[in-house]
């Protein structure tokens, strides 16, 4: 008999611990607003990746927590510009435009892209980093000057194969790099 009153309260307090807590997370859940279905990441997805269909879910979260420009259809095909966490939602200002691929996916308004030449033995670089090309003329020509010049500050780098690696850098900054590919050695530094 003392066996049978236990459990029966044991069950009851558990009851009461179970709705208590119910009651807490509807609570809270009713002070962030309605839920609303979104897009999120069902993995990290980095920059240059290409959204296919494993990468992202539809998940319900209160409308208050929802970003600007967040997707409501899965952008399969779009190409990653920012990288997303597992379980954030997917907005749109964190992807290419529509339509776009390739390098110029990765490319925002008003950059350009320029290849970079280089050995593939010397080319320890990944899609993603942020880089400085430095452009080294005769030190006899110097003039009293240094003989590498900065020319492209804070590029990323966009591309690589075996034949070097493409960046996106500004308009001067191509201009810069394309006329020192003429003329000088051109040397690439990783940026910490």
């Known amino acids: 008999m003392l066996f049978w009153f236990l459990a029966g309260l044991a069950a009851v307090s558990t009851f009461a611990v179970v709705s ?5 997370t509807t609570a809270g859940a009713d002070a962030y607003g309605d839920l609303v ?59 290419a435009p529509g339509g776009s691929v390739g390098v110029a996916a990765l490319l925002e308004p008003g950059e350009r892209a320029v290849a970079i030449p280089m050995p593939a033995h010397r080319s320890p670089f990944e899609v993603g980093q942020v880089v400085d090309v430095l452009a080294t003329t005769d030190p006899s020509q110097a003039r009293g000057r240094s003989p590498t010049s900065l020319v492209a500050d804070g590029a990323v780098v966009v591309a690589v194969d075996d034949a070097g690696i493409t960046v996106a850098t500004s308009q001067a900054g191509a201009e810069r790099l394309a006329t020192a590919l003429s003329y000088a050695v051109i040397s690439v530094a990783i940026r910490g």
Do not use: C, N, Q, Y
């Open 20 to 24: 208590s807590a119910l009651k807490a």
């Open 37 to 95: 279905e979104v897009v999120v990441a069902s993995s990290d997805l980095g920059f240059g990746h290409v959204i296919d269909t494993g990468d992202t879910e539809l998940a319900s979260v209160p409308a208050s927590m929802v970003p600007t420009g967040a997707v409501d259809a899965h952008p399969v095909g779009r190409t990653v510009r920012h990288p997303i966490l597992a379980g954030e939602a997917v907005a749109s200002e964190r992807l």
